[in-house]
């Protein structure tokens, strides 16, 4: 009974892990959002290091036949961007582009790196929606990843301790309905993506489990060895 005991905690021990956020050096957050529409066109951009608030820019484009809104967010660990369309005629489109650059040293305690990206679209009638992520990861001068992503991803990457690591994120939603050709459309597009580090250690619930599973068992097998004979 301990030895099973035993065998599934060193098991759960294993696939745990702990995020904990990376300490980026020279940082760096841009995000822009554009919408356009047979109204004013829309356009707002926000660029800065990390801070307790994170960097937002959002756009509107408001007439007679088409709404377009658009939205984008950076901050440490997390980026986001939105773009939603409505159009009845004419050219109505509206772009979200959020974009992370930054440097940071890999320790002992800390040598994994997750990213988690997700993408949600939606479209009717002439409309269009798509999300993007450009991924580039250099560890100790060896490019890692260097590409596109589309669709839901989950990477984890073992990076070599002590080494600089360079990661570059950029994020863009777009969607595009309207054109005078197709009629009414509809579009929608979010995205978000999540950096962190991850320590390769028990969570404290585990913890807790490694250390009360062996004794209940031991405590069973006592009473068993104490039990009066019928």
Known sequence: MIKRVLVGCLAAFAFSAEAVDIPFVNPQFDVTAIAVGDGPAGVDSQSGPPSALPVVASAASVGTVSVA?????????????????????????????SHFAGSFSTSAAEPILSIEFMASTFAAGSGIASTSLFLSLTSGGVVLF??????PSIFTYLLTPGATNLLDLTLSSEASAGFPSEGIGNGSSFGQVAFASAVPLPAPWLLLLVGLGPIAAMKRRVSKAFRPAA
Do not use: K, Y
Not at 70 to 76: E, H, N, R, S, V
Not at 83 to 94: F, P
């Open 69 to 97: 809104t658009a939205g984008a967010i950076g901050a440490p660990g997390f980026l986001t961007t939105s773009a939603d369309v409505s159009g009845d005629g004419g050219i109505t489109n509206s772009v979200g582009t």
């Open 146 to 151: 260097n590409d596109f992503v589309s669709g």
